[in-house]
């Protein structure tokens, strides 16, 4: 079932895994921008840009598998995709070309959704915060660091998926209590469904520009466990 909670447990404390990417601060819009400078350097004469944004995201799909997520994983998959669709070859010079779209994404500075250190520094005060993110260890360590965020977290993790296992695994490592642990993220994929597939409760905090792979419906709400909606991440102010 979906619910709306109108105040605070009365047993105190609870736990809250917290994701990072598109929930505390953008993410997306920085690979969407570079997808079209891709696209746009591709220029196609055959598929429509909508074409190569498919024949993309089933490139990202495969690379997924061997090189897991982010940059590393994103620029193969641009150069992967270049040479499936164009005519010319891939010419060092066409390459670099490439490699400089993952660089935009990389130099630029964490923009902090809005009212999220507020919001966090409430939470912290109150609940047990710990940040549960995937990806490439040192690409979201420095994400992390440069976020100036860490402080108000107990623990960190950084993991290669988010998945039923990965949640119980973390489940086990924290001596987390289900019933009073939360899942905080703007992904049905990665952060709602496996979550309560695990046994826990979940937020989900809708991003306009979620990644289309991580796109999917809402689960159906296991018995006795709860899924919480807001519009913006400080709305859990008002709900822990």
Excluded at 132 to 157: C, D, N, P, V, W
Aim: aromatic share 8%; charged share 20%; net charge negative.
């Amino acid at each position: 079932m979906m619910v709306t909670m109108s105040a605070p447990p009365s047993n105190g404390a609870q736990t809250l895994l917290i994701d990072a990417d598109d929930t505390l601060w953008e993410n997306n819009i920085y690979f969407e921008r570079a997808i079209a400078n891709f696209i746009s350097f591709l220029n196609h004469h055959e598929y429509t840009p909508q074409e190569v944004r498919t024949v993309l995201n089933q490139v990202e799909r495969e690379s997924i598998l061997s090189h897991g997520y982010g940059l590393h994983s994103f620029t193969h998959s641009l150069v992967d995709c270049f040479e499936r669709l164009a005519v010319e070859p891939l010419t060092p010079a066409i390459r670099e070309t490439i490699h400089g779209f993952s660089r935009t994404i990389a130099e630029h500075p964490v923009e902090m959704l809005p009212e999220v250190p507020e919001t966090l520094g409430y939470l912290a005060e109150r609940h047990h915060l710990i940040l549960m993110t995937k990806g490439a260890i040192a690409e979201q360590t420095g994400k992390i660091e440069r976020s100036g965020l860490k402080e108000y977290f107990a623990a960190i993790e950084i993991v290669a998926e988010k998945d039923v296992p990965t949640y119980r695994s973390v489940i086990a490592k924290y001596e987390l209590t289900p019933e009073i642990t939360w899942m905080v993220g703007n992904s049905p994929k990665s952060d709602i469904n496996p979550s309560l597939g695990a046994g826990l409760n979940a937020i989900f905090v809708p991003h306009g520009n979620t990644w289309i792979l991580e796109h999917d419906d809402l689960a159906p709400v296991p018995n006795n466990q709860k899924l919480l909606v807001v519009e913006k991440f400080s709305e859990l102010r008002r709900h822990f």
